[in-house]
């Protein structure tokens, strides 16, 4: 025989809890696997309709629980809207599907890319500053004069005596204006002629 009940105790995390029947004050012990829709989460207040039978104990077991009327109407669609979701039930916690573990793949790996292609282009980028830099000639006879010459604050190609007098204070003495082209050779026009 059938009977309707209201779920007048749910617990969640063990699965379980009672039902009581709508003519009598008897409850009776109701397990998550007795119901014939498990895709939906019983809850305390959910009218049901079930069979009654005893365990070896003469306990009251309720078995074959479906939900009654229009609940069942709203579980199944909430049920049916559960299984839409992009995220599959595991135990309490939610995993996400295969398409956002691609999703998320290929996002990762288009941080990655991103990451490559940007110290790529700093290091051609360098490169190419680099090229783009005036050649700085090696001023070799300025280290041999150092000892002939030191800085008195000359500042012009027309104070110098010398190539080698140019260069080195070019190379040693700050404020010098002997570079107008800025290539490193000092005085070309008057001491340092580029031939």
């Given at each position: 025989m059938r009977l309707q009940g209201r779920i007048v105790e749910w617990n969640d995390a063990r699965g379980f809890g009672f039902v009581l029947w709508h003519g009598g004050d008897e409850r009776a012990f109701a397990h998550i696997k007795a119901f014939a829709d498990r895709g939906a989460q019983p809850a305390v207040g959910d009218v049901v309709t079930y069979e009654v039978a005893t365990d070896p104990l003469g306990r009251m077991r309720a078995s074959n629980i479906r939900y009654a009327g229009a609940a069942a109407d709203v579980r199944q669609r909430s049920h049916a809207s559960e299984r839409q979701r992009p995220y599959e039930r595991v135990g309490r916690r939610a995993r996400p599907g295969v398409g956002e573990r691609v999703?998320?793949?290929l996002f990762l790996l288009a941080i990655v890319a991103g990451v490559v292609w940007y110290r790529g282009d700093q290091q051609e980028q360098g490169l190419a500053d680099a090229a783009a830099?005036?050649?700085?000639?090696?001023?070799?006879?300025?280290?041999?004069?150092?000892?002939?010459?030191?800085?008195?604050?000359?500042?012009?190609c027309s104070q110098m005596t010398s190539c080698a007098e140019a260069k080195f204070y070019l190379a040693q003495c700050p404020g010098t204006q002997m570079d107008g082209d800025g290539d490193g050779v000092p005085c070309e026009s008057q001491w340092c002629g580029v031939p």
């Open positions: 999703l998320g793949a830099a005036p050649p700085v000639r090696a001023i070799a006879d300025a280290a041999p004069a150092s000892g002939r010459f030191s800085c008195d604050g000359r500042q012009y």
